[in-house]
């Protein structure tokens, strides 16, 4: 698959989750469980740092997590 920028993005999913979330929620305001998460790039498109994308949580596996771009992390 073409050149890529970066091997590994490192995400927050950010705050502690709720057990007792429903889906009427804002999603913007949805509590994820806190943790920064490490997620193969090639299973994203591109980001960069700062940017927000809706994935499963590595950590707590909650689908469409609202996960936030921390570092981009390179093994060149």
């Known amino acids: 698959m073409g050149n890529r920028m970066a091997d590994y993005i490192r995400a927050l999913h950010p705050n ?3 057990p007792d979330y429903n889906d ?3 999603t913007e305001k949805l509590p994820g469980c806190g943790d920064t998460v490490l997620i193969d790039a090639d299973e994203l498109p591109p980001v960069k740092e700062g940017d927000v994308f809706r994935e499963q949580c590595p950590s707590c596996t909650r689908h469409k997590s609202r996960l936030e771009v921390v570092e981009i992390v390179s093994e060149e």
């Open 16 to 18: 502690p989750e709720r």
């Open 24 to 26: 009427e929620v804002n």
